[in-house]
C-alpha cells in the first residue's frame, strides 16, 4: 500500500467552509490542520455578524488538528498581530512534511509558518481567494507590486480557487508551471440533500417571508456592513416594482446598517422581510424558497453565499466586484453579474434573468458549475500539488 503523503495545514480559526474541505482531505492524506485562534461568539459579532453565537455545523470533527499556543496581546483575527504562534517553526521542523499550506499572508502566524518553511525546505503552498481588482490607492498598489513579487514567486505552488487568483498570483510574478486549480467550494452535498428534504414545504417556507406563488422572490444573505451594498438591492428592488414587476426582497443575516435598510424599504415602499440573523443548518431553508439570489457587494474576495444557493439549485447575479462572479456565472443561465454599485444595471441584470428562472437551461447550468467547484475538486489540486513538489525533487517531468 502507497503510504499517504504527510500535509500541514496552518489556518487562523475554525472556519465552516474550511471544516468539509479537511475532512475530505485527510481521507487522501496523512493531514493535520494547525489552528492560531479559538474564535469566541463574541469575536464572530465583532466580525460583523452583529450578533454572537457559535456555527451549528461540525467544524472540528472528522480530521486530525490542534490548537497552538497563541501568543499575541490582542488575540483575534482581524488583525496582523492577532495570531502570534511561534510554536509553528518547531512543529515543521520536527514533522518535516510533504508540503505546508496556509491561507494567505495576511496573519503573524502565516508569516512564522513560511519562514519555518525555507529553513528547512519544506515545499509551501499558498491557497487564497485575493483579486487585482480589490479598490487600493495608487502607492498601496506600487508598494505592494515590489513586497509580493519578492515572495509570491517562491511559493512551492499556487492553489488558485478561481480565475481572478490566478491572475493575481500571475501579476506578482508567480510561475504559470506552479499554478494548480483548487476551486472554492462548499459542502454541496450537504446543501444539495438538505434542499430536496425541503423543498415540499416550498410554498410554506415563500408564505413565511410574504411572498405569494406568482411573486418573484430575491434572496440575500450576509452581514449588514457597508461593503455588500444592501441597499442597493433595496434600491432596485423598488425600482423593479415601480416597472410592474412582482419581485419581493428577503434579507437573511444581521449587523449594524440593519436599522437603515428598514428606513430605506420604508421609505421606497420596497417589501422587504428582514429574517435576522440564521445559522448555517437553517440556510438551505431559504434558498429553497427564493427564485434569485444577489450578492451585490463592492469588495467581495468571491463570495462563497453563491456556492452554496447553486448548490441548492438557485442561480445568482453578483456584481463584477465578486471574485466568483467569472466563475461561477454563466451569463444569462446560471445567473448574471453586472458593474458594482450602478443600481440600475443591478435591476437590469435582475429583470433580464427572470423568465429564464426555472427553466432548465438554467438548472442544467447550475448543476454544472456546482460540479465543478466541489471539495472533491479542491481536494485533487492539493493532490496535484503535492505530486508536483514531489516529481520536482526527483527532477522528473512534470505534467
Given at each position: 500500500m502507497?503510504?499517504k503523503?504527510?500535509?500541514?495545514i496552518?489556518?487562523?480559526?475554525?472556519?465552516?467552509?474550511h471544516?468539509?474541505?479537511?475532512?475530505?482531505?485527510?481521507?487522501a492524506?496523512?493531514?493535520?490542520?494547525?489552528?492560531?485562534?479559538?474564535?469566541?461568539?463574541?469575536?464572530?459579532?465583532?466580525?460583523?455578524f452583529?450578533?454572537?453565537?457559535?456555527?451549528?455545523?461540525?467544524?472540528?470533527e472528522?480530521?486530525?488538528?490542534?490548537?497552538?499556543?497563541?501568543?499575541?496581546?490582542?488575540?483575534?483575527?482581524?488583525?496582523?498581530?492577532?495570531?502570534?504562534?511561534?510554536?509553528?517553526?518547531?512543529?515543521?521542523?520536527e514533522?518535516?512534511f510533504?508540503?505546508?499550506?496556509?491561507?494567505?499572508?495576511?496573519?503573524?502566524?502565516?508569516?512564522q509558518?513560511?519562514?519555518?518553511?525555507?529553513?528547512?525546505?519544506?515545499?509551501l503552498?499558498?491557497?487564497?481567494?485575493?483579486?487585482?481588482?480589490?479598490p487600493?490607492?495608487?502607492?498601496?498598489?506600487?508598494?505592494?507590486?515590489?513586497?509580493?513579487?519578492?515572495?509570491?514567486?517562491?511559493?512551492?505552488?499556487?492553489?488558485?480557487v478561481?480565475r481572478?487568483?490566478?491572475?493575481?498570483?500571475?501579476?506578482?510574478?508567480?510561475?504559470?508551471?506552479?499554478?494548480v486549480?483548487?476551486?472554492?467550494?462548499?459542502?454541496?452535498?450537504?446543501?444539495a440533500e438538505?434542499?430536496?428534504?425541503?423543498?415540499?414545504?416550498?410554498?410554506?417556507?415563500?408564505?413565511?417571508t410574504?411572498a405569494?406563488?406568482?411573486d418573484?422572490?430575491?434572496?440575500?444573505?450576509?452581514?449588514?456592513?457597508?461593503?455588500?451594498?444592501?441597499?442597493?438591492?433595496?434600491?432596485?428592488?423598488?425600482?423593479?416594482?415601480?416597472?410592474?414587476?412582482?419581485?419581493?426582497?428577503?434579507?437573511?443575516g444581521?449587523?449594524?446598517?440593519?436599522?437603515e435598510?428598514?428606513v430605506?424599504?420604508?421609505?421606497?415602499?420596497?417589501?422587504?422581510?428582514?429574517?435576522?440573523?440564521?445559522?448555517?443548518?437553517?440556510?438551505?431553508?431559504?434558498?429553497?424558497a427564493?427564485?434569485?439570489?444577489?450578492?451585490?457587494?463592492?469588495?467581495?474576495?468571491?463570495?462563497?453565499?453563491a456556492?452554496?444557493?447553486?448548490?441548492?439549485?438557485?442561480?445568482?447575479?453578483?456584481?463584477s466586484?465578486?471574485?466568483?462572479?467569472?466563475?461561477?456565472?454563466?451569463?444569462?443561465?446560471?445567473?448574471?453579474?453586472?458593474?458594482?454599485?450602478?443600481?440600475?444595471?443591478?435591476?437590469?441584470?435582475?429583470?433580464?434573468?427572470?423568465?429564464?428562472?426555472?427553466?432548465?437551461g438554467v438548472?442544467?447550468?447550475?448543476?454544472?458549475?456546482v460540479?465543478?467547484?466541489?471539495?472533491?475538486?479542491?481536494?485533487?489540486?492539493?493532490?496535484?500539488?503535492?505530486?508536483?513538489?514531489?516529481?520536482?525533487?526527483?527532477n522528473?517531468?512534470?505534467?
Amino acid at each position: 500500500m502507497e503510504t499517504k503523503r504527510r500535509l500541514g495545514i496552518l489556518d487562523t480559526h475554525p472556519i465552516q467552509y474550511h471544516a468539509p474541505f479537511y475532512r475530505k482531505l485527510a481521507e487522501a492524506v496523512d493531514l493535520t490542520v494547525h489552528y492560531a485562534h479559538r474564535q469566541t461568539p463574541e469575536g464572530q459579532a465583532a466580525g460583523g455578524f452583529g450578533v454572537a453565537f457559535e456555527w451549528d455545523v461540525p467544524l472540528l470533527e472528522g480530521y486530525p488538528h490542534e490548537f497552538l499556543e497563541n501568543v499575541a496581546r490582542r488575540p483575534g483575527v482581524g488583525h496582523f498581530r492577532g495570531c502570534n504562534t511561534p510554536g509553528i517553526k518547531r512543529i515543521i521542523e520536527e514533522q518535516r512534511f510533504d508540503g505546508f499550506l496556509v491561507h494567505g499572508w495576511h496573519s503573524l502566524a502565516y508569516w512564522q509558518a513560511m519562514l519555518a518553511c525555507r529553513r528547512t525546505k519544506t515545499p509551501l503552498f499558498v491557497r487564497g481567494d485575493s483579486q487585482l481588482a480589490t479598490p487600493r490607492r495608487w502607492w498601496v498598489r506600487a508598494g505592494k507590486r515590489l513586497l509580493y513579487r519578492a515572495f509570491i514567486p517562491r511559493f512551492d505552488a499556487c492553489l488558485c480557487v478561481g480565475r481572478r487568483a490566478r491572475e493575481y498570483y500571475l501579476h506578482y510574478g508567480a510561475s504559470p508551471a506552479k499554478m494548480v486549480f483548487c476551486p472554492h467550494a462548499v459542502d454541496n452535498e450537504w446543501f444539495a440533500e438538505r434542499a430536496e428534504e425541503i423543498r415540499p414545504r416550498r410554498t410554506a417556507l415563500r408564505r413565511e417571508t410574504g411572498a405569494d406563488a406568482g411573486d418573484v422572490l430575491l434572496l440575500f444573505c450576509g452581514k449588514f456592513i457597508p461593503k455588500k451594498r444592501v441597499s442597493d438591492l433595496v434600491a432596485a428592488a423598488a425600482l423593479l416594482r415601480g416597472q410592474g414587476l412582482p419581485v419581493r426582497l428577503c434579507l437573511v443575516g444581521s449587523g449594524p446598517l440593519e436599522g437603515e435598510l428598514r428606513v430605506q424599504a420604508e421609505e421606497l415602499g420596497s417589501p422587504v422581510h428582514f429574517a435576522g440573523f440564521r445559522n448555517q443548518s437553517e440556510l438551505p431553508a431559504f434558498y429553497v424558497a427564493a427564485d434569485l439570489l444577489v450578492l451585490p457587494s463592492d469588495s467581495e474576495t468571491w463570495g462563497l453565499v453563491a456556492n452554496e444557493g447553486m448548490a441548492c439549485g438557485l442561480p445568482a447575479v453578483v456584481s463584477s466586484a465578486c471574485g466568483c462572479a467569472p466563475d461561477l456565472i454563466d451569463e444569462g443561465r446560471s445567473g448574471a453579474s453586472y458593474p458594482a454599485g450602478d443600481i440600475q444595471s443591478l435591476a437590469g441584470a435582475i429583470r433580464d434573468m427572470l423568465p429564464k428562472l426555472g427553466s432548465d437551461g438554467v438548472r442544467e447550468a447550475v448543476r454544472d458549475k456546482v460540479r465543478v467547484y466541489s471539495v472533491d475538486g479542491a481536494v485533487e489540486g492539493v493532490l496535484k500539488a503535492l505530486a508536483l513538489v514531489a516529481c520536482q525533487r526527483r527532477n522528473d517531468p512534470c505534467d
